[in-house]
């Protein structure tokens, strides 16, 4: 892989440089006294942090139905959030056209929701803690792809924690090209490796049933579902969900209902609409405030079907998702 060595400090000054045009903005990381948060940087970077440990939300929700014209916008993110920007981009969602994508090697995170100490954000204190803590989410224990190999450019870090800039695309030739020095052959084995192939999901509606007793119907998993995206959403009308007087009259004709109503309809519709787009995240279970193992069947269900199509959400912008394209016989041989 050629790529080029990353100085202390030479990414925060290319990112300085391209900020002083009033039109260019950086999302990325901050690191303050409450952790490191997503930041949405304009005219320089403060307290800006390479890896962010600390999982709430994924970055792309914010960037959803981006259009803006005459802006640059250069995107520091985890792996996950660049493939859910890359989904959102085939969607017609964002206008990808003045956006660098520059994905970071995830190390692991750790959800917000945990009560924790200080956690190290330099590469090679953070890659301990992960191996040594048992509090790292799940979504990122079963994580495909934890590499910065998606989207225009990425970063790797090298089994020393040094950082490496290679690039992807011609944008991403572009991003490297503001970083001084040579290109070189990188490092072969870096601090993440390729995963192997993880076993297949197994689940059963017994669990399901269970574990999605507790649901109260706040859809926050909806809310922040990065590819999640429909404006109209039909549950936010009385056909699935009646309320008031037409709850009534649908009782008045079938009958009984528990409370909340359609609870396990929701999460079924939801889990089809996303099961091709969905980059297992984790971003809904984060956002559940009874702790239903979402990830479990949203991750779970996705890559089942994606795998039947021999496809991975996110992987590059060329690779059409399944249900946007038609080929005759092409679920013939497909074993699940």
């Not at 945990?114 to 890659?127: R, V």
């Not at 690039?167 to 084995?189: Q, R």
Request: glycine share 8%; charged share 30%.
């Amino acid at each position: 892989m050629q790529a080029k060595k990353l100085n202390n400090g030479a990414i925060e000054g290319v990112l300085n440089e391209f900020l002083k045009d009033e039109q260019h903005l950086v999302l990325g990381f901050e690191k303050d006294k409450n952790g490191v948060s997503h930041r949405i940087f304009k005219k320089s970077l403060d307290q800006y942090s390479f890896l962010n440990p600390l999982f709430s939300t994924n970055g792309a929700l914010f960037l959803r139905r981006l259009f803006a014209k005459g802006m640059q916008i250069v995107l520091l993110l985890r792996p996950c959030e660049i493939r859910a920007y890359v989904e959102l981009v085939k969607l017609t969602q964002i206008e990808r056209e003045d956006i660098i994508a520059v994905s970071v090697d995830c190390l692991g995170t750790v959800s917000t929701k945990e009560k924790i100490d200080e956690i190290p954000t330099e590469a090679g204190q953070l890659d301990a803690y992960m191996k040594e803590t048992d509090k790292m989410r799940w979504a990122c224990k079963v994580c495909r792809e934890p590499r910065g190999v998606v989207g225009d450019a990425g970063i790797r870090i090298d089994k020393n924690g040094a950082f490496w800039a290679t690039s992807y695309t011609e944008k991403g030739e572009g991003f490297l090209s503001m970083i001084e020095g040579n290109l070189e052959e990188a490092p072969k084995e870096m601090l993440i490796s390729e995963k192997e192939k993880l076993p297949k999901f197994q689940t059963n509606m017994d669990d399901f049933e269970k574990d999605f007793s507790k649901c109260i119907m706040c859809m926050n998993c909806r809310d922040m579902c990065p590819v999640c995206y429909c404006i109209d959403c039909v549950f936010n009308g009385d056909e699935y969900l009646p309320k008031g007087d037409a709850l009534l009259n649908k009782v008045f004709r079938t009958g009984s209902t528990n409370m909340p109503q359609g609870k396990e309809l929701f999460h079924l519709i939801r889990m089809y609409h996303v099961s091709q787009t969905c980059v297992g995240c984790g971003a809904c279970e984060e956002a559940c405030p009874q702790g239903i193992p979402l990830t479990k069947y949203f991750k779970g269900t996705s890559e089942r079907l994606q795998g039947m199509f021999a496809y991975m959400s996110g992987r590059n912008f060329d690779e059409a998702i399944p249900y946007l394209t038609f080929l005759e016989d092409e679920l013939k041989d497909v074993e699940d």
